[in-house]
């Protein structure tokens, strides 16, 4: 078997291992999708009522892109959470003894989570559709939409494989990532428009890769009123390429970090 | 003979600590090892530097032939591991955890499922083969842990502490099994910290302590190190040990030891039951009750105490993990 060829069935075989893992504790999908859906109540029917949308927009349409993307980037500590269990409970030694592509674990691991991720955008696009969200663009367009969603979640998943590796306890990779995730969920043009903001914030979110993920998927999805000015700054007038500048960063970064982290951790 | 492994000079520091301070072993193509020392020795670090886990510092192995480092990928082509805690994932069946091994074996995927099945069959775990391990008891685990390290057939074996944690009848029954593999030629390493375990199942042994060999040979060989044999006399009081210890100096080779709590005098003899008679002659009309009286070979015990000055089974609590729950050996769905 070529080297290539070796790595990609190795990596399989961990794909297949880790959904059998979804399959048999569904808890997974429904803690994963749970406290998004909830989310989604209370920003529409509580706090959305005051939050004024430019344009006239429905809050609803304004509201569920924001909710894809903090799902995908909540749902990144899976990644994290699932190899520090691996290594907590010996299998990476395991895997570490056999002679298999030393990627694969970390490819494997990380292409489950994204399949993981095709199924809980699915449940909250449903959601959406029940609370007023709506598609208002092309078929094509909401698919690139989706994929946008799929690619920023599938390199913040690298990025917190390198955190599990490094912090080992899956409780404290969750505690220790939400440091982090909070801010760049909420300090973004997610749940509420950013016009407002005090103008430390408001640069912080202008250049937020979550807001480009954000403003990316409103104007994929066609939730954005036509002839509305266009955002500031010009992370925000161009989402998709920073995005997948992003993207190409997090990949050149933490790819070749995680699998050397790989190579040199120790169970235990 | 060919050595399987051959281990030079290894040392291991982590920070100021010295894990591994210059360990030579060598293990024969086809025979056992036992690798003995107290918890915290060093034992699982030789492994892990062993099975390409873990970098030594300093020095070089070689597993068939195959250096460590250089030829990891190699090496780790021609080994098995079953490391101290039951490495299996819980929440695929025992099968489906054997053909996920068999397969990042590269095993074709007939090849690996076939594999599974007799390695299943041969550990007893064909009733539990569809269930989640998650299910299984602590002894069903280690064993199906075993068989995932054998899917590839593999040359040298490296059981880490295999039998910790586990009830006597699971013990007994993984005895039988290692016991089996190296009657059928695979070369193991085994590292154990019950004395026991080594005696039973190794041809050799290689006692470590703080990270040095303190101690190397057969089993035999290394009682040798401690002297012959003893004479034990338990005394109904404890009054009578020092005029029991006079009428028997003579007969000891070395210094009595006696001990007060549990009215034990033991001496150092040379010879065999005719020691034992003149012992007993030499007690007659002294007043001295003698409860129970026999002729001792040291054990491992006694070398461990002899050569470390401390005993072999002075580990911490925190070692007893995991133990087996349900010996559900028939198994049930």
Redesign the interface.
Known sequence: MTTLAMAVSDSLTITRRNLIKVKRVPDLIVFATLSPIMFVLLFRYVFGSAIPVPGGLSYAEFLLPGIFAQTVVFGSTITGASLAEDLQKGLIDRFRSLPMARSAVLVGRTVADLLLNVLTIGVMMITGLLVGWRVNTSVGEAVLGVLLLLTFAYAMSWVMALVGLLVRTPEVVNNASFIVIFPITFIANTFVPIDNFPSVLKTFAEWNPVSAVVQGARELFGNVVPGAPEPQGWALQNPVLYVFIWVAVFLAIFVPLSVRQYRRTAGR | MTDAIVVEGLVKRYGATTALDGVDLTVAEGSVLGLLGPNGAGKTTVV?IL?????ADEGRAEVVGLDVVRDA??V??S?G?T??????????TGF?NLE??G????LPRGEARARAGELLERFDLTDAAGR?AKTYSGGMRRRLDIA?SLINRPRVLFLDEPTTGLDPRSRLAMWEFIAELADGGTTILLTTQYLEEADRLADRMVVIDRGRVIARGTGDELKAQVGGQRLEFTLARAVDLVEAGERLRPLAVDQPRSDEQSRRLSLPVRGGTEVLAEALRRLEGSGVEVLDVGLRRPDLDDVFLTLTGHAAEDVPAADETATDPVPAAGGSR
Do not use: W
């Not at chain 2, 099975?51 to 970098?55: H, P, S």
């Not at chain 2, 490391?83 to 695929?92: F, H, I, N, S």
């Not at chain 2, 397969?103 to 590269?106: A, E, G, K, N």
């Open positions: 892990r099975t390409t886990l873990l970098l990928d190699d780790r082509a080994i591991l490391g101290q805690y039951a490495a299996v994932d819980e929440y695929l489906e996920m091994v397969r990042l074996y590269h989640p995932a």
